[in-house]
């Protein structure tokens, strides 16, 4: 068979399952998120729609399908339209370059394929991919605040947006030290700077146990919070503070168009739980070394089992993003800015110093 | 006047303005409550069971010898609400009269228990149900054989009323 067939395929079927996989986490963390908010409040929460509930996130999206969709009258039409697309949109796209494993090879007879779970995980510029996207998706919360002509959806849009730029700049700064350190411990010959940026190596360069938390714990703890700033979440989620701005951003929105901003943001949670377990928890990597298993580099089984463990890591992120919301109260507009500008930047750039001055002169 | 001293961020020690381990001690309190005894009651199979003072369905008491209403018209006549309608009529046992008809509009009733309070018999009580569910407007107006409850099934009402009024 030609090759671009097999790639056509290839692709496809990928495509297929991280959709139907970025869904299904989006609908498993909405489950998640009410259980544990009910358990922390001393309640049981939703446990009747199937066993344990468990098909209440499905009720859930199917109730938001019947629902009718209202557009205000004064509303712009066409971008109240487009925002909750890009939200979504966004969400789903920043997954082609994050590899959920390592390759396995297929032997299909003319030859031997290697198969990387991602559609696209060993691209070059993966990381800077990634921030430019999350990025973008602050288009879609600011379209749609703008769009809504109401000026309670239009202060959650630009909240929005200056959280975003407050945050980018220290979650950016704090990758530089990862990359730093990666490039330490780099498994490519002779140490190049080559495909330092893709996520795969990023992975691959933390191999047994050298996961980068325990080198950059303060990098580690500038992501993690810029990570909550950048998915409007916990103690960040200025531009839906409840009690403040009506509903924030999405006020104006019903039907499945608040549905794709509901399952955009518990997208771009899962999304943020694998940057950081790609970047800082070893991504795929297993906890112990893989010849435990008694499996070798290349067989499906090895990355079925570095793909459960990856999930594992997400999912454990996740529980742990939920238990922040659930704890701790939302920042006021002021001390998100002063904590964004006056200690997480000058945090990030005593990081970036820190680990340039350790490499340079201890190693 | 412009307040600079003593403000919330002066009183914080070292450790409360690093924020981090406050925040640690913020999830752990959480973390206790998970494994605490929940508050919740699951409706359909942990049915509540109210006390004596419950005013829930008002019920014709009706006794071993039969009902005790002697169709006097007082309820009716006092009902805020217009709910209760009596048709009185004779018959041979001491009492004298009894209602051919005594009829209870469920939508319209306030549950006031003014009816219970101004019966001279202690023929009318407010019971504990408070499962009130209709499917047509017809059905939510009770007639006297779904009104009538056996006395024994009423004793914490009637406990009640002895000993507060």
């Known amino acids: 068979m030609p090759e671009l067939i097999w790639i056509l395929i290839e692709t496809l079927?990928?495509?297929?399952?991280?959709?139907?996989?970025?869904?299904?986490?989006?609908?498993?963390?909405?489950?998640?998120?009410?259980?544990?908010?009910?358990?922390?409040?001393?309640?049981?929460?939703?446990?009747?729609?199937?066993?344990?509930?468990?098909?209440?996130?499905?009720?859930?999206?199917?109730?938001?399908?019947?629902?009718?969709?209202?557009?205000?009258?004064?509303?712009d039409k066409r971008f109240h339209r487009i925002a909750p697309i890009i939200s979504l949109g966004v969400t789903l796209a920043v997954y082609s370059v994050i590899p959920l494993s390592n390759y396995f090879t297929i032997d299909t007879g003319e030859s031997v394929r290697k198969i990387y779970l991602g559609i696209a995980p060993n691209v070059n510029i993966g990381f800077l991919f990634v921030l430019a996207m999350t990025s973008v998706g602050v288009y879609g919360i600011t379209l749609a605040g703008w769009s809504s002509n109401n000026k309670y959806s239009l202060l959650g849009g630009l909240r929005s947006s200056a959280q975003m730029i407050s945050y980018e700049l220290s979650m950016g700064l704090s990758v530089i030290g990862v990359l730093l350190v990666s490039n330490y411990f780099t498994t490519a010959p002779n140490g190049s700077w080559t495909n330092t940026l893709s996520l795969n190596t990023i992975v691959l360069n933390q191999s047994g146990w050298k996961w980068n938390i325990i080198f950059q714990p303060l990098g580690f703890l500038i992501f993690l919070v810029s990570a909550f700033a950048e998915t409007n979440r916990a103690p960040f989620d200025l531009p839906e503070a409840e009690p403040e701005l009506v509903g924030g951003f999405n006020t104006e929105y019903s039907g499945m168009k608040f549905g794709m901003f509901f399952l955009a943001e518990y997208g771009n949670m899962a999304t943020s739980a694998a940057l950081i377990t790609l970047l800082f928890l070893g991504g795929w990597q297993l906890p112990f070394p893989s010849s435990w298993l008694g499996l070798t580099e290349g067989s499906i089984w090895l990355a079925l089992a570095q793909f459960t463990s990856f999930l594992l890591k997400i999912i454990l992120l996740a529980i742990f993003f939920i238990w922040v919301r659930w704890s701790i109260p939302r920042f006021r507009y002021d001390q998100l800015m002063n904590l964004g500008w006056k200690i997480m930047l000058p945090l990030s750039l005593l990081n970036i110093v820190i680990t340039g001055i350790v490499l340079q002169f201890f190693f | 006047m412009n307040i600079t001293k003593n403000t919330e961020a002066e009183r914080m020690n070292f450790w409360e303005k690093i924020y981090i381990p406050e925040i640690a001690?913020?999830?752990?309190?959480?973390?206790?409550?998970?494994?605490?005894?929940?508050?919740?009651?699951?409706?359909?199979?942990?049915?509540?069971?109210?006390?004596?003072?419950?005013?829930?369905?008002?019920?014709?008491?009706?006794?071993?010898t039969g009902e005790r209403c002697v169709a006097c018209g007082l309820c009716s006549r006092?009902?805020?609400?217009?709910?209760?309608?009596?048709?009185?009529?004779?018959?041979?046992?001491?009492?004298?009269?009894?209602?051919?008809?005594?009829?209870?509009?469920?939508?319209?009733?306030?549950?006031?228990?003014?009816?219970?309070?101004?019966?001279?018999?202690?023929?009318?009580?407010?019971?504990?149900?408070?499962?009130?569910?209709?499917?047509?407007?017809?059905?939510?107006?009770?007639?006297?054989?779904?009104?009538?409850?056996p006395i024994a099934k009423l004793q914490d009402r009637l406990e009640f009323l002895r000993q507060y009024r």
Not at chain 2, 104 to 124: H, K, S, T, Y
């Open chain 2, 25 to 64: 001690r913020g999830l752990g309190l959480t973390l206790n409550q998970v494994f605490k005894p929940k508050f919740t009651r699951q409706y359909p199979e942990e049915v509540w069971e109210p006390e004596g003072s419950y005013r829930g369905r008002p019920v014709l008491v009706k006794e071993e």
């Open chain 2, 78 to 149: 006092v009902c805020p609400a217009l709910a209760i309608e009596v048709q009185a009529s004779e018959t041979e046992k001491d009492k004298e009269r009894y209602p051919v008809k005594f009829e209870i509009n469920m939508l319209r009733c306030i549950f006031c228990g003014f009816c219970e309070e101004v019966c001279p018999e202690e023929a009318i009580v407010m019971s504990k149900d408070y499962h009130l569910v209709f499917q047509s407007q017809e059905e939510a107006i009770l007639s006297k054989d779904k009104l009538e409850v």
């Open chain 1, 13 to 75: 079927i990928k495509a297929v399952f991280i959709l139907t996989m970025i869904l299904l986490a989006a609908a498993t963390l909405v489950y998640l998120e009410r259980r544990i908010s009910a358990f922390i409040q001393n309640r049981y929460g939703p446990n009747r729609v199937g066993p344990f509930g468990l098909l209440q996130p499905f009720a859930d999206v199917f109730k938001l399908f019947l629902k009718e969709d209202l557009v205000p009258k004064v509303a």
